[in-house]
């Protein structure tokens, strides 16, 4: 199959990838998460790994597997544990991803027994977890950093101004709404925007085929830089 060719586009490189949601648990049965059902991330994982990288994927709740055995996979369930792992991780690195969908609130209160009914509404409090991208940018050294945007509505104005407060090499926008993208589907059309603000289209594709594309422009950006 033609993802068996093997490549040097990324030979030496450590790369570090994201992917799926966060759970975000409020009780021992209840949690919190998102539709991320982790396959653009994954794709990325086994691309990068063809192109000859080596590949960590960390990785939230999916129901997904690694082909390739050059990736090493660790999974995490929550958004500080993602921090915690990705941080640890980052300093070595010479591309890093983060195609995850990480939850931007938890519940600010996790029971150890099950929550009663009661009469009556119910509020739950919910805080802040950490951005990791945005401290991934305020460490950044060497490593090219790529974030991902989920848009429904004005994606590249959006996703231009994650470019710059993220401080990030480049962002891959995403825009959710539009007919054969986002959540899910094997399919997606994203931009590709650099920290020039040079726009790429990518028209309706696999994801394992906007991957590649992805990664060609990691590259061309990188030699770029150096
Ligand atoms: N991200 C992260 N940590 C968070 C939230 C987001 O690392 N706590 C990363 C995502 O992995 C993605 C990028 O930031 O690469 C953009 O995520 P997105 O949800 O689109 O943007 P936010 O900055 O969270 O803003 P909003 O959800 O309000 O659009
Ligand atoms: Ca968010």
Redesign the pocket.
Known sequence: DQHQQSSELLEGKKVLI?AGPTKESVDPVRFFTNHSSGKMGFALAEEAANLGAEVTLVAGPVSLEITNKRVKRIDVVT?EEMYNVITDLFPSQDIVI?A???A?YRPKNTYNEKMKKQTGDLTIEMER?????HSLGEKKEQQFLV????ETSSPIE?GIK?LEN?NLDAIVINNVAAEGAGFGRDTNIVTYVNKNQEQKEVPIASKREIAKKIFTFINSDMKDES
């Open positions: 994201s958004a983060k995850a969908a990480v931007d977890t950490k951005d990791i991208l974030g991902f945007a989920a959006y994650k993220k």
